[in-house]
């Protein structure tokens, strides 16, 4: 498979006491479909800083991508998020209701860049979500958790591949969720992955 012309796709675990996440249904829906001159190989994230970078540097080294795009949750948005930067900055305790916010926060790789910017065509991808009406925003800040780590590292990783495109997605609650979140806004599964299939398909083309 390392000599196919791979596209992957990476989800992360359910967390914080979710029973789906809705990154890693989508990705899982998309393994091993064709888009374009691409096949999709979908990779399971777990949910922590260290863990996803781990993860993504095996996943780029087993299957030397030719475009990789990440998803995670961003429960309480309420639409589809394209991230246009990702920080070198790493919290484990992220989004933790207690007092060890920001206490533990490091680079997630020492000695790299502050920043990088996606590698994607947003004003592209911008726009087909627009006309198939499905809700979505440009996102300057994919936070300092788990998915900001695994987008960072990404773009990090494959730094000197200025030509390989390299995005970050978060999602909505899927509305299965909203039991649980009655008050946060949420969308459902089908049209969520209607969208991450759109966007798979212009990255595929501009490539």
Request: hydrophobic letters at 45%.
């Amino acid at each position: 498979m390392a000599q196919s012309r791979i596209f992957l796709l990476t989800g992360f675990a359910p967390f914080r006491g979710e029973r789906v996440n809705p990154s890693w249904e989508i990705a899982r829906n998309l393994d091993g479909d064709e888009i374009g001159a691409f096949k999709v190989k979908s990779v399971k994230v777990p949910v922590g800083c260290a863990t996803a970078v781990r993860r993504i540097n095996a996943a780029i080294v087993r299957y030397r991508p030719r475009a990789i795009l990440g998803l995670g949750q961003a429960g309480g948005r309420p639409a589809i998020s394209i991230e246009k930067v990702a920080i070198n900055l790493a919290d484990e305790h992220s989004g933790a209701q207690d007092d060890k916010f920001g206490a533990d926060a490091k680079p997630v790789i020492a000695g790299a860049p502050e920043a990088y910017f996606a590698r994607i065509p947003i004003a592209a991808v911008m726009r087909e979500l627009r006309r198939r009406e499905i809700p979505a925003q440009i996102s300057l800040s994919a936070g300092a958790y788990a998915c900001n780590a695994l987008m960072y590292a990404s773009l990090h990783l494959t730094r000197r591949q200025k030509r390989l495109p390299v995005g970050f997605i978060h999602l909505p609650y899927d509305s299965r969720q909203s039991a649980r979140h009655p008050n946060a806004p949420s969308m459902a599964l089908a049209v969520m992955e209607t969208a991450i299939r759109a966007v798979a398909e212009i990255i595929a083309r501009a490539i």
